[in-house]
């Protein structure tokens, strides 16, 4: 393993903003895969799992030095200002990084970064960048694409993970490191789990797991690992969104990955005076439980749930 300094910028008002990548394989080999997180400080998942990832690969390769393949990149943290101040976005400016892409050199600050940090990013075959959501939501992890005909949809199937979310593009995705990648040719995927602030362990391993995988079906490194699960595509149309229809302290009944039968009982509304039960929200459809609002406090029409429908998947 290599740690090595990618890019620093000085700060008018604390230390300089370091961004280590650390690299594995040969520095003849290829540049293969590279893994990015932390481009807003509260992706704290993200970072744990690219950390773990590194303490993975690095025992593996010391036990074994043929163990790496071709040149294995990951970045677990870059906007570490916000990260330290438990901020979202860049905290001098209240910018986000991931509209910046793919930089301009001259520019703002968080333009300065995105340039310099896709300069690193733009030559290698595969990209990974793992996000968090940017609501409330408890959700099973899955891949993210963006349908502009750069996406690599079986490639996505190879993290084993149990969906694969097609978006359609939106102005905004322009300037987001997913999309710019694949404009430079490097096959890219996001990989969306984890919530505010929090590390959610079983997500975290299976997310760990999935990225391992990806890396033995690339033939990155020597190692084998179970199959994962069959990927199901989905898209927004696949969706039930099940919305809350009175405020008050929220208590769901299950979890994501949950199967459930239309009417079920997923969640109950309490009055948060008196205790009484508001609302029993109740399922509308047959399908799994991707996404649940993990804040105690709901307010009127918040997306409780989400369902991926059985009749679609």
């Known amino acids: 393993?290599?740690?090595?300094?990618?890019?620093?910028?000085?700060?008018?008002?604390?230390?300089?903003?370091?961004?280590?990548?650390?690299?594995?394989?040969?520095?003849?080999?290829?540049?293969?895969?590279?893994?990015?997180?932390?481009?807003?400080?509260?992706?704290?998942?993200?970072?744990?799992?690219?950390?773990?990832?590194?303490?993975?690969?690095?025992?593996?390769?010391?036990?074994?030095?043929?163990?790496?393949?071709?040149e294995i990149l990951i970045v677990p943290s870059v906007n570490h200002f916000a990260l330290n101040m438990g901020k979202r976005f860049w905290p001098l400016d209240n910018t986000d990084i991931n509209v910046m892409f793919p930089g301009y050199d001259k520019g703002e600050t968080t333009q300065r970064i995105?340039?310099?940090?896709?300069?690193?990013?733009?030559?290698?075959?595969?990209?990974?960048?793992?996000?968090d959501r940017k609501d409330k939501g408890n959700c099973l992890p899955y891949i993210k694409l963006i349908k502009t005909g750069y996406e690599d949809i079986d490639g996505a199937k190879e993290f084993g993970l149990p969906f694969i979310h097609t978006k359609d593009f939106e102005p905004i995705d322009s300037g987001s490191l997913l999309y710019n990648l694949g404009v430079w040719n490097t096959k890219a995927y996001s990989i969306v789990f984890g919530s505010k602030n929090n590390i959610f362990k079983d997500d975290a391993t299976m997310v760990i797991d999935s990225l391992i995988r990806f890396l033995s079906s690339k033939n990155a490194i020597n190692f084998s690992i179970f199959g994962g699960n069959k990927s199901s595509l989905i898209n927004r149309d696949n969706i039930e969104v099940i919305k809350a229809k009175t405020a008050g302290i929220f208590k769901p009944n299950i979890k994501p990955s949950t199967r459930v039968k239309k009417g079920?009982?997923?969640?109950?509304?309490?009055?948060?005076?008196?205790?009484?039960?508001?609302?029993?929200?109740?399922?509308?459809?047959?399908?799994?439980?991707?996404?649940?609002?993990?804040?105690?406090?709901?307010?009127?029409?918040?997306?409780?749930?989400?369902?991926?429908?059985?009749?679609?998947?």
């Open 1 to 70: 393993m290599k740690k090595e300094l990618l890019f620093s910028f000085a700060s008018p008002s604390r230390d300089d903003l370091n961004v280590y990548g650390y690299k594995f394989g040969s520095e003849k080999s290829d540049k293969k895969i590279a893994i990015i997180s932390g481009l807003n400080g509260e992706e704290i998942s993200g970072v744990f799992a690219c950390s773990q990832l590194v303490r993975f690969l690095n025992e593996k390769s010391v036990h074994n030095p043929d163990f790496v393949n071709c």
């Open 114 to 131: 995105a340039h310099k940090l896709f300069e690193v990013l733009k030559d290698y075959e595969y990209g990974i960048i793992l996000e």
């Open 264 to 313: 079920d009982v997923l969640g109950i509304i309490y009055d948060s005076m008196t205790g009484e039960t508001k609302e029993k929200i109740v399922s509308c459809v047959d399908g799994v439980v991707t996404c649940l609002y993990s804040y105690p406090l709901i307010f009127e029409h918040t997306v409780a749930f989400r369902i991926a429908r059985f009749d679609t998947i």
